[in-house]
């Protein structure tokens, strides 16, 4: 267990390096801001065995089913790739795809990856870069955008930034 979070944060760190070199162009504080704000509180960053409901109706019938592998009423641990796959596999046949995918939450209704890659941090960070860019791009480099890659809608977009820049601001007074 404790080998895993090892690896797990070793692997958040060298995406953090890549991005020094500039495969992305958003500022590497700001993408670990964003991976500790979607972790989940059980959840060590970089945890990539997610899968969150946005609709509570949707959340609940599937708990229904599968009730032990739910940490709360929304978010849902597949423990390993091959669990996440099949699982996504499934909610997506029965319809269900308003879901925050992975380590980075991404939004399988909004964001397309190969479903193996939702669960994967290198290319779940480098899309959510690429989201967090094209969210910059429409909306402005600001808070307000980069706030965006969670939601565009202003009262979730405040909330989110809120919490953002609280993150952020604990992140950059370490250095």
Same mark, same amino acid.
């Not at 504080?29 to 989940?40: D, F, Y």
């Not at 997610?50 to 229904?64: G, H, M, Q, R, T």
């Not at 480098?126 to 910059?136: D, G, I, R, T």
């Given at each position: 267990?404790?080998? %895993?979070?090892?690896? /797990?944060?070793?692997?958040?760190?060298?995406?953090?390096?890549?991005?020094?070199?500039?495969?992305?162009?958003?500022?590497?504080?700001?993408?670990?801001?964003?991976?500790?704000?979607?972790?989940?509180?059980?959840?060590?960053?970089?945890?990539?065995?997610?899968?969150?409901?946005?609709?509570?109706?949707?959340?609940?019938?599937?708990?229904?089913?599968?009730?032990?592998?739910?940490?709360?009423?929304?978010?849902?641990?597949?423990? /390993?790739?091959?669990?996440? !796959?099949?699982?996504?596999?499934?909610?997506?046949?029965?319809?269900?795809?308003?879901?925050? @995918?992975?380590?980075? %939450?991404?939004?399988?209704?909004?964001?397309?990856?190969?479903?193996?890659?939702?669960?994967?941090?290198?290319?779940?960070?480098?899309?959510?870069?690429?989201?967090?860019?094209?969210?910059?791009?429409? !909306?402005?480099?600001?808070?307000?955008?980069?706030?965006?890659?969670?939601?565009?809608?202003?009262?979730?977009?405040?909330?989110?930034?809120?919490? @953002?820049?609280?993150?952020?601001?604990?992140?950059?007074?370490?250095?």
């Amino acid at each position: 267990m404790k080998l %895993q979070i090892i690896k /797990r944060m070793i692997a958040v760190c060298s995406l953090i390096v890549t991005n020094i070199f500039g495969d992305c162009k958003i500022d590497n504080n700001l993408m670990l801001s964003i991976l500790l704000n979607e972790r989940h509180s059980t959840k060590n960053p970089g945890y990539e065995y997610l899968i969150s409901f946005n609709n509570p109706a949707e959340a609940k019938s599937v708990k229904a089913y599968y009730n032990d592998f739910f940490l709360d009423e929304r978010t849902l641990d597949c423990k /390993r790739l091959d669990s996440c !796959v099949n699982f996504l596999n499934h909610l997506v046949k029965q319809g269900i795809t308003n879901v925050d @995918l992975g380590a980075y %939450q991404l939004n399988y209704k909004y964001q397309k990856l190969n479903h193996e890659d939702y669960f994967r941090i290198e290319p779940s960070y480098f899309k959510a870069c690429s989201y967090v860019e094209q969210m910059v791009n429409e !909306v402005g480099y600001s808070w307000r955008g980069i706030a965006a890659y969670h939601s565009k809608t202003e009262k979730y977009n405040q909330i989110y930034r809120k919490n @953002l820049i609280s993150t952020y601001k604990a992140i950059v007074s370490r250095n």
